[in-house]
């Protein structure tokens, strides 16, 4: 009797806009994995002259779905931002499935990213402290002997979440505005630096100097003392970073930091004990990070 085929069923969101140099790189992975469900969600144009590359993206996405699938398209006629089109589009997403990845079109990921991703959507589909899959990893060279690590902070380039998890996302920061008021936040954020980092962050979303949905989710995991499964090893490449990105742009410190080759990830998968926060390596990630932020305003203030 033949082997059953092997199907990749979990749903995948992907996120385009006017790039369609990344998209006929980044969309070549998902047409290797061949998934049963992909959802397109496209951003507006913000010129007429602009109209010509996000009507080129998308006509050439559905001409290269080249497999049998289910195919629904979120293409925008208006230009939203990214904060508003990329959070939407996850918002409508979950409207028809239960859990997914989400890439969007600089995420070059690793093939063995797929996998990871199915086999943790299962595995923890019902833990709820655990709320997202992080592919990315920019703390290289881990020497653990387990596959993957739960972290406190969350990583937007190249993930997967259920529902349930997206259901707890605060685009307008209602929650960490509420607990710092009632000064509370110090239960969740210990650390006074952190503390700063974040006020600033929010500071920024609320006056609209930061378009990105992502620091709303990253928060969200913060203040539900939410899990995100980070890999050994990093399975995603960002190869967005140029002047004309929106938040990669080129410059020497992200360049260092953040832009980081993909590696493959082992199979079969070697689990940790606990489901508990990792604090070692997310103490090690809050100061690398640290580290990038200091860099780049310094490299401001010479500039």
Request: glycine residues 4%; contains cysteine.
């Given at each position: 009797?033949?082997?059953?085929?092997?199907e990749?069923?979990?749903?995948?969101?992907y996120l385009?806009?006017?790039?369609?140099?990344?998209?006929?790189?980044?969309?070549?992975?998902?047409?290797k994995?061949?998934?049963?469900k992909?959802f397109?969600?496209?951003?507006?144009?913000?010129?007429?002259?602009?109209?010509?590359?996000?009507d080129?993206v998308?006509?050439?996405?559905l001409?290269?779905?080249?497999?049998?699938?289910?195919?629904?398209?979120?293409?925008?006629?208006?230009?939203?931002?990214?904060?508003?089109?990329s959070?939407?589009?996850i918002?409508?997403?979950?409207?028809?499935?239960?859990?997914?990845?989400?890439l969007?079109?600089?995420?070059?990921?690793?093939?063995?990213?797929?996998?990871?991703?199915?086999?943790?959507?299962?595995?923890?589909?019902?833990?709820?402290?655990?709320?997202?899959?992080?592919?990315?990893?920019?703390?290289?060279?881990?020497?653990?002997?387990?596959s993957?690590?739960?972290?406190k902070?969350?990583?937007?380039?190249?993930?997967?979440?259920?529902?349930?998890?997206?259901?707890?996302?605060?685009?307008?920061?209602?929650?960490?505005?509420k607990?710092?008021?009632?000064?509370?936040?110090?239960k969740?954020?210990?650390?006074?630096?952190?503390?700063?980092?974040w006020?600033?962050?929010?500071?920024?979303?609320?006056?609209?100097?930061?378009?990105?949905?992502?620091?709303?989710?990253?928060?969200?995991?913060?203040?539900?003392?939410?899990?995100?499964?980070?890999p050994?090893?990093?399975?995603?490449?960002?190869?967005?970073?140029?002047?004309?990105?929106?938040?990669?742009k080129?410059?020497?410190?992200?360049?260092?930091?953040?832009?980081?080759?993909?590696?493959?990830?082992?199979?079969?998968?070697?689990?940790?004990?606990?489901?508990?926060?990792?604090?070692?390596?997310s103490?090690?990630?809050?100061?690398?990070?640290?580290?990038?932020?200091f860099?780049?305003?310094?490299?401001?203030?010479?500039?």
């Amino acid at each position: 009797m033949a082997n059953k085929k092997y199907e990749f069923t979990t749903p995948i969101l992907y996120l385009a806009f006017n790039r369609l140099d990344l998209v006929k790189r980044t969309f070549a992975q998902i047409q290797k994995v061949k998934p049963t469900k992909v959802f397109i969600a496209c951003d507006g144009p913000r010129t007429e002259k602009e109209k010509g590359e996000t009507d080129g993206v998308r006509k050439w996405i559905l001409e290269n779905i080249n497999w049998e699938c289910e195919v629904k398209t979120l293409f925008r006629k208006k230009n939203l931002g990214c904060r508003l089109a990329s959070n939407g589009a996850i918002d409508w997403f979950f409207k028809s499935v239960k859990e997914g990845i989400v890439l969007e079109d600089d995420d070059l990921a690793n093939e063995s990213f797929f996998k990871f991703c199915e086999e943790m959507l299962e595995k923890y589909r019902n833990e709820k402290k655990v709320m997202s899959i992080s592919g990315y990893n920019f703390i290289r060279n881990l020497r653990i002997k387990e596959s993957y690590y739960f972290s406190k902070y969350f990583e937007c380039w190249g993930f997967a979440l259920w529902k349930r998890s997206w259901e707890r996302q605060d685009l307008y920061v209602k929650k960490y505005l509420k607990l710092k008021e009632s000064g509370e936040l110090k239960k969740y954020i210990s650390n006074p630096i952190e503390r700063i980092l974040w006020n600033k962050r929010v500071k920024n979303i609320l006056n609209g100097k930061v378009s990105s949905w992502s620091y709303c989710f990253y928060l969200s995991h913060i203040l539900n003392n939410g899990l995100c499964i980070t890999p050994r090893v990093n399975l995603i490449k960002n190869i967005g970073f140029s002047a004309n990105s929106t938040h990669t742009k080129e410059n020497i410190v992200d360049g260092k930091f953040l832009d980081l080759p993909s590696e493959s990830l082992s199979f079969p998968l070697i689990h940790p004990k606990k489901v508990e926060l990792n604090k070692k390596f997310s103490f090690m990630w809050f100061l690398k990070d640290l580290t990038r932020v200091f860099l780049k305003k310094i490299l401001l203030i010479k500039k």
